[in-house]
């Protein structure tokens, strides 16, 4: 599978090729004040540069660049949460062995509420090569794009198309060599200098 994907980043280096070769971005959970959604990994916004422009103008809030990349996975590797319902089955799954597993080892103990991170950081740690064997994952959360309204189904369902999701890849460090030809996008100054 080959997926289009972009990458926003803060503007921290002095110079275009400095910045340009050092990406892609890793995000450690030691660089961010904040625990990363899926793990440490290299993070990507799916398919349009739209979410990808209100990353860096919302949630950076300072100078940024938007690299273009083409990666290329083995669907049978990719935990697929926004399009894969047999994928999403599977989560729960991996809730309900965690919460299993918690009651077993702390009995006595209040269950925390997993998180979708601390899922992905237990099955990773413990569980890599029986049940989380994956190299990345795709997923969407509750807030999707407000510029998009959403549609009815029928003119007398309650039914309807959401909107446009906000989808993020996350690969995992240790496939790297999956993320493929990138390309400047934004500014013009970024891709001006890199063409050249």
């Known amino acids: 599978m080959k997926l289009k994907c972009y990458q926003t980043c803060k503007i921290d280096a ?3 090729n400095t910045i340009f070769s050092n990406f892609p971005h890793f995000a450690s959970e030691y660089s961010s004040e904040k625990k990363q959604w899926l793990g440490e990994g290299y993070y990507f916004w799916t398919d349009s540069i739209r979410n990808a422009e209100w990353w860096g103008k919302r ?4 100078p940024y660049c938007i690299t273009e990349y083409f990666i290329k996975i083995n669907s049978e590797l990719l935990l697929d949460l926004s399009g894969n319902a047999e994928h999403m089955e599977y989560l729960y799954q991996l809730k309900a062995f965690f ?3 918690y009651n077993k080892n702390y009995p006595n103990q209040e269950v925390p509420e997993p998180t979708i991170s601390g899922l ?11 049940m989380f064997e994956f190299n990345a994952i795709k997923i969407h959360h509750n807030f999707y794009d407000k510029s998009f309204k959403s549609i009815y189904m029928t003119s007398d369902s309650k039914e ?3 909107g446009i999701p906000r ?8 496939n790297v060599a999956c993320i493929k ?14 063409a050249s």
Do not use: G, M, T
Request: net charge negative.
């Open 59 to 62: 949630r950076l809030k300072a």
């Open 181 to 194: 030809d990138k390309f400047p996008i934004f500014p013009d100054d970024y891709c001006e200098y890199i």
């Open 167 to 174: 989808i993020q890849l996350c690969v995992f460090h240790e």
């Open 160 to 162: 309807f198309f959401e």
């Open 14 to 16: 002095s110079d275009w």
């Open 120 to 130: 992905v950081e237990y099955f990773r740690k413990f569980y890599k090569s029986e």
């Open 99 to 101: 919460l299993d597993n």
